[in-house]
């Protein structure tokens, strides 16, 4: 069931989803030609894509990035691609989402089937290549609107829960960057490049897409730098703070302390306590102890600190 | 009312504000050889400038900054152009406050509009652009006093109200910078580049520009640069008056506490206190405090804390 | 013991682990054509990379990194080489763990030495070279794998180990890009160059060695970055620690402070105390007391703090 | 009295300090051909410099360092300067020092005049140039004394005063880098270019003054990277500090706390307290408070806090 | 005395150690065809290093670090240099070691004479710049010495200590990179340049001391990614540090202050204190204080304070 093909004209499309080693036998027992280095590599996860060129094919390798709502970490998914004249063989593990959607449109409706494979393989590859980085916009989308909802709350949220935040998002845009940044390079070589066996013109078009994903990474390094200025705002808030509390916590304690003393002093158990037994005594006192309170409080009100 | 037209000599100057799907519709029956995809440009919001050649006009879409007073934010307005021998289309939101005076003023005053409008269409987008570039002078400005009034309390300020400032400027020159950046290769663009539809010899012109606008990026890197020096110096200042209120606290703790424990021993209901009943027992113990605050205060004098 | 050499077709492969002086002169007496200070060098710890090119062979320095368990850091192991027409020599400390193992096995299993030495010795110097640069990989997991423990623990974990922590990776990551950066060059070299008395062809090869290499230092960067955001995560966290702590004590001393000054007021020695024989005293003062602690704490909610 | 011209051989160079629109006037009679344009830029103050190219002379406007005494500030001054064969002509604020004297010198003495004058414009122009480059050394060294002097009190000095005095170095590099790097670009137009209607072959003095001013771009640099460092370390003393102080509470608080609590406990009003009575009773309590200081003590000294 | 000149072969070495105007004057008379500038430039200290090209001879100003060890601090020492067919005229303070040494050596011992001076004034040149450059690596070691004893210290030292070593090594670093960096230029000039007047065929000798001095240059840009990480260490565990005291001093006054509060309301000198002549009042106050202290060191060690 994972290794489906679709026929439109002259030209098939088949895709393998999470390809066990039997799949990717099969693959081999209708594709002779492929490089076996190249159906091992469909096995296994590669960390950096590539074009591996042949006599009659191409072997792609790209990454794109996916969103992973329950860690809302960005992570990647990668297709393995073999493109020749008629043929087009998509390996994925089926997370990304638009190819997915892709197949199963083509699948399922005879109009979206001519619309991506009515002019060739290499125009279908441009199609798919072309929706999984439109695909990317909305990611960058909920990462810039993450980043705004913390400008939103920087000067009034939790604190611990705004870094945990920035954290994450700083995290997204190294892993974005790092997925798309070598994407760019592939996506020039199909753009400059030409194979007699794939039927060219199509250069317009990857230009669009080279654009679009250029456009990506201009927005990734924006919102580096806005999340980075977020960061150095947050941790000038946090200084400002505990500035703050240490005030209240010093003025309170500047001006009880003595007034513990004094108290302490007249609580002693002496034979003698000068004024003990005056009958104003107490409101001398007390009197005391106001004068100093307020005397404090002028202070602190000249120092700017009230 | 909102697709407005001007004649002078043999050019028309279209000005379409924040258009609806009708303008665009009539738009399209006046000029019948734009391309689609350009209409529809004009009705959704591009994040990026672009300059798109036609056989007998050009499609330009740029952006100016643009200053809202209310959130104190900078964002973006976005102008498409339609540009092509004897014809200039303009499409705004109508928030790019330059362009909608010039064209009030071309409307209702000959004089001006002849000024604008006399040599060209190529002649009235340099004017346009010159407009909307100059216009960026006053936002510069705008920034650098802000950040120059940052400067002069930073010292004095309240530091919570100074994080908020520097907090805001940064993130107005991230954007001001992202809105200027692709605007730059835009305008050289327009400097180097020759069109057969479009009356050259304006190189001077459009260099002219393109020293503006360059000016306006250097003048915006200079502020960076100055607005991140006054978050160090901000970070340095609560550091150091956290220190200082942390001494203080200090100080007085130091000099309370032992106060508080002698006067709560001789406050213990004990039945024999040494020198309890002594007649100058109150003497000699506050003479003890006297001597304790005095030898404390050296100690923190010879420290350097006083 | 230590110079040990294998014969395979027609090439040999001398081996020389923590040479002595009589070593090198032994080695000097096999091949008496090897330039002087070559001999001297692999007697002293070489810095850099080089290659030195001779008439009839090579004489390269290499550096990789070894990972030391106990200290956990990461230094580098020297590789000198002699390579020429039909021989292979290799100068070590014994601490490069692929090439010690290379050449065990090749001195073991002779379908392992066919393996290694059948296509001449610039192909064994490829082979051995390859599975040095391909051991890197695994030592970039770790740090990756050590990386993404601190990741995990930041928001949780005792601070003063992450600190340690973080130190620990950011020195292996200088240590290992300070030893990888020079190795690039020499291997571009490798691909590059010809030489007559060494059989080409290689420059596949050699290669695929220079993207695996290329890949590490990428993967180092791309750590680089992770760990400069978590250690700027954790100060946050810290200095949001502070605060936290800095707003318990303050509210605890804020609300018991003056509950101490009142006790204290009504400890006092004196003949009269206001109140004081009244039968419901206690109540009272206990009650302006409960009043006093009610007050703070709703000023503190509406503050926030709570 | 503002325009005053001096006349030696056949040129003349005539000097505008703080011109008047009447003095630009007078000017436009002088020098019919001077374009209107440039005319008008001398009573306005620009922010860039630039060299304007005509059939027979060049508009030059360059700027340089002023040290203002009184604030501390250094800001910049503006020098407009049109030359052509035989005349020079200088426009200012008159706050450029160097130039100032020169005029005056030359005017006053005609050995100086020669000197200055002898040789053609374009070398009177270098005479200028070069002293007001040579001027900025004096200026750097001021900045780079600063530093020094910051770099000995650090560890001593008062934290507030040392922030503000690196905030105004940090500013008025800034400042000077703003000022400087324009120029660079003037001066080695000026050392490349050849104008007809100006005398050559002052390459090599347009060198020197090319090399002095990169001279000072660097020494701009390095004292940036010194400033920089400076922050950095007062940023961790004023941390270390913080928690030295810290420290020094913590061991007061904790040591007498406990102790308050104690002689509290005896204070305390009740029919019955155990050992109140007993004759040892405060040589008892006493010595319980000393084995709790004691205990503290040891603790901490343990801990490497004393 | 401090002129002191060597003759081998047919050239001569003159050496002036702080010169005196007597001594420049002296060197006038033998050298008649040096420019006075230079003579003039031998007596004051130069910024940048330099080479002036003359018909028949080389007029070099060059700079080494000089370590001096009262301060700790790195400085560097000027060298003037005179080269041409014959004869080499050296000029320093006496500061840089290795110069003087080998002049020294040179005069006492023959050998050493003739393997200096044996070839040529431009190969005596090479050998002086080849020590003074080869004796930068001890200095290299000496500040990794140091910076590796701060890492090995870091977690346990005394931090403001560290903070000085810390401060001490970025500025010898920032000296040492600054005396380094322009040298780099000189000598890539005399490896790529010819003189005609200066015997050729030293090339492979320049390109050695080049790649020297770039190891150099390697190892101080490695050495100060190592400092600056360890100055962020230094930062995290000084944050951490005041963290950790000022949880043990809240723990400690959040217990002892209710303790506090409670004594002091059964030290009020009320007619009627409740339980106050119960039997058990002492054990019933005590116990309820007992409670106190449990809860709240269950409350904190809940909260992973203990």
Redo the contacts between chains.
């Keep these: 069931m994972s290794l489906r093909t679709l026929t439109n004209n002259s030209i098939t499309w088949t895709d393998l989803r999470k390809p066990t080693a039997g799949d990717i036998e099969r693959l081999r027992e209708q594709f002779p030609f492929f490089h076996p280095l190249d159906l091992e590599d469909c096995l296994s996860h590669l960390?950096?894509p590539k074009i591996d060129e042949y006599e009659n094919y191409l072997f792609i390798v790209m990454h794109f990035p996916v969103f992973n709502k329950a860690t809302r970490r960005l992570g990647s998914g990668e297709m393995d691609i073999f493109i020749g004249r008629g043929f087009l063989v998509t390996v994925t593990d089926g997370i990304l989402k638009p190819l997915v959607d892709d197949f199963d449109d083509c699948e399922m409706d005879e109009v979206i089937r001519r619309q991506f494979m009515g002019r060739g393989s290499y125009y279908l590859l441009y199609m798919l290549i072309d929706d999984l980085v439109d695909y990317c916009f909305p990611i960058v989308d909920k990462e810039n609107h993450n980043t705004e909802r913390i400008?939103e709350t920087?000067?009034?949220g939790d604190?611990?829960e705004l870094?945990?935040e920035?954290?994450i998002i700083?995290?997204n845009l190294?892993n974005f960057r790092?997925t798309i940044k070598p994407q760019m390079k592939i996506i020039a070589s199909l753009e400059r490049k030409d194979w007699e066996f794939l039927r060219g013109d199509l250069d317009v078009y990857w230009g669009d897409v080279s654009?679009h994903i250029v456009?990506i990474w201009?927005?990734l390094e924006?919102l580096w730098?806005?999340v980075e200025?977020?960061?150095?705002?947050?941790?000038?808030?946090?200084?400002?703070?505990?500035?703050?509390?240490?005030?209240?916590?010093?003025i309170?304690?500047?001006i009880?302390?003595?007034?513990?003393?004094i108290?302490?002093?007249?609580?002693?158990?002496?034979?003698?306590?000068?004024l003990?037994?005056?009958?104003l005594?107490?409101m001398i006192?007390?009197g005391f102890?106001v004068a100093i309170v307020v005397g404090m409080l002028t202070y602190f009100r000249r120092e700017?600190w009230l």
Tied chains: 1, 2, 3, 4, 5.
Excluded: C, W
Excluded at 235 to 249: A, D, F, G, P, Q
């Design positions: 960390e950096r400008e920087i000067f009034d604190a611990r870094v945990r920035i954290s700083r995290r190294i790092r654009d456009q201009e927005r924006d730098e806005v200025g977020l960061s150095t705002t947050l941790e000038s808030l946090t200084s400002n703070r505990i500035n703050e509390v240490m005030k209240i916590l010093t309170f304690s500047v009880m302390l003595p007034l513990s003393v108290s302490g002093i007249y609580g002693m158990n002496l034979s003698r306590l000068p003990a037994s005056h009958p005594s107490f006192i007390i102890m700017g």
